[in-house]
Each structure stands twice: as structure tokens, then as C-alpha cells.
């Protein structure tokens, strides 16, 4: 019974590991594209609000949800509270708005999305929906 119980474990552990090597794959791919994203508009990652922006994206890709659960998820990830990381995306966004660099999203998109500038829940949604269905690790 010792040697079957050890085989089970060894098989279990191997398809675990399996699962997080593909999604880590698949994380850094999808980090990659959003960053590229992010940068395109004019986001810059010396600021506290583009990491932030970058996980409530990644979140919201793997899970459509409501802006205050993608907060409360990424919150231990940060090492942050709800409201910092919901002031510190809206000054990201209201910094590339203001200085017109997020008008370059209206371009890649192909249509005029963003007349005004965006909500928090707005630019991750069209953020995620850019990177669903233009991004190279669909």
C-alpha cells in the first residue's frame, strides 16, 4: 500500500506541475501583451497606478467581474487596499488623457472609442477586449 499511495502522489504532483508551467506560460505572455499595450498609449511603468492597471487587466481577462472584485483580487498580489489601487489607475488614466498620448488607442482600435476620458471600468474593458482579440496568445 506504501508503494501504490507513493506512485499516486508522484503521478498527481506531475500533473500539477504540467498546469503551472502552461498557465505561467500563458501569464507571461498575456503580462507581456499588456504591457506592450500599456506603453502604446502612453502608460508609463514608472508610476504606481501601471502595475496596478496591469494585474486588474490580467484579472480581467481570466475572470469578468465587477471593478471592486478584480480589486479585492488583486489586492493581496499588490500589497495594497481596494481604494489606493482604484485612485492610482485613475490617475494613470487621467495622466496619458491629459497629455493626448490615449487617443493612440483610438487608432488601434480602428473606430473613436474614447471621445472623454475613460472610467477605470471602461479602459480595462477595452484594454481586455484589445488584448482577446488582437493579441498573439489567443
Not at 471592486?68 to 485612485?87: G, L
Request: glycine share 6%; hydrophobic share 35%; charged share 25%.
Amino acid at each position: 500500500k506504501a508503494i501504490r499511495r507513493q506512485r499516486q502522489m508522484c503521478i498527481r504532483d506531475r500533473k500539477c506541475y504540467n498546469v503551472n508551467i502552461k498557465y505561467t506560460y500563458w501569464s507571461a505572455i498575456m503580462q507581456t501583451e499588456i504591457t506592450e499595450l500599456l506603453l502604446k498609449v502612453g502608460i508609463m511603468p514608472n508610476k504606481q497606478g501601471f502595475k496596478f492597471l496591469l494585474y486588474a487587466i490580467e484579472a480581467y481577462i481570466e475572470e469578468y467581474s465587477t471593478l471592486k472584485k478584480i480589486y479585492e483580487r488583486i489586492s493581496p498580489a499588490v500589497k495594497s487596499n481596494v481604494y489606493t489601487i482604484d485612485s492610482s489607475i485613475r490617475n494613470v488614466i487621467h495622466s496619458a488623457y491629459n497629455s493626448k498620448k490615449l487617443e493612440k488607442f483610438n487608432g488601434m482600435l480602428g473606430i473613436k472609442v474614447i471621445d472623454e476620458c475613460p472610467t477605470n471600468g471602461e479602459f480595462i474593458a477595452l484594454a481586455s477586449q484589445y488584448i482577446l482579440f488582437n493579441g498573439e496568445g489567443r
